[in-house]
T-cell receptor, first 114, second 110 residues
């Protein structure tokens, strides 16, 4: 079975802190994604990566950056956390080269910024 | 820009009744459509993946149909059980990303 894990289930941070959310997949997937989920707005894509050190902006990249130094790991970075970044963050991965491949999701990290 | 709509937003049925969940999308140029289940506070579990060339997919009590030309998909869950209570999301893949609907929250009453 594909396994996508996220470093924390719950996280509480203060405004202005630098926050790292980590995601690891064990299926040698080329593509990895970060989404956030908010009530009434659904899931929205923040960033995705199609290879090591490669990244593309999604729909809402402002206030976020990402890092992919190894194929299995994709990090989401909040440079200076703000209260409007309180949300559920979901990581996903899939094989690359063909958009028909299924995306697999991790358990999510619920981040609260106070 | 792809828009995905799910109707109804919420549904409550007695145990044993069949469930019908609807999903519509505005741009028919999709690669595939996925149905997911999400339990409160949890991540997404993939239920079914329908490729754009397919008309339907089945897994156990679940059956999903796809009419790409009209921009519609329907998820059928037969003989519902209280354990089916969850939010069901559909998502369409065009190019690199998934576009999600807001979900249908299902409650199955024992």
């Amino acid at each position: 079975d594909v396994k996508v894990t996220q470093s924390s289930r719950y996280l509480v941070k203060r405004t202005g802190e630098k926050v790292f959310l980590e995601c690891v997949q064990d299926m040698d997937h080329e593509n990895m994604f970060w989404y956030r989920q908010d009530p009434g707005l659904g899931l929205r894509l923040i960033y995705f990566s199609y290879d090591v050190k490669m990244k593309e902006k999604g729909d809402i990249p402002e206030g976020y950056s990402v890092s992919r130094e190894k194929k299995e790991r994709f990090s989401l970075i909040l440079e200076s956390a703000s209260t409007n970044q309180t949300s559920m963050y979901l990581c996903a991965s899939s094989f690359g080269g063909n958009p028909s491949y299924e995306q697999y999701f991790g358990p999510g990290t619920r981040l609260t910024v106070t | 820009k792809q828009e995905v709509t799910q109707i109804p937003a919420a549904l409550s049925v007695p145990e044993g009744e069949n469930l019908v969940l609807n999903c519509s999308f505005t741009d028919s140029a999709i690669y595939n459509l996925q149905w997911f289940r999400q339990d409160p506070g949890k991540g997404l579990t993939s239920l079914l993946l329908i490729q754009s060339s397919q008309r339907e997919q089945t897994s156990g009590r679940l059956n999903a149909s796809l009419d790409k030309s009209s921009g519609r998909s329907t998820l059928y869950i037969a003989a519902s059980q209280p354990g089916d209570s969850a939010t069901y999301l559909c998502a369409v893949r065009d190019d690199y990303k998934l576009s999600f609907g807001a979900g249908t929250t299902v409650t199955v009453r024992a």
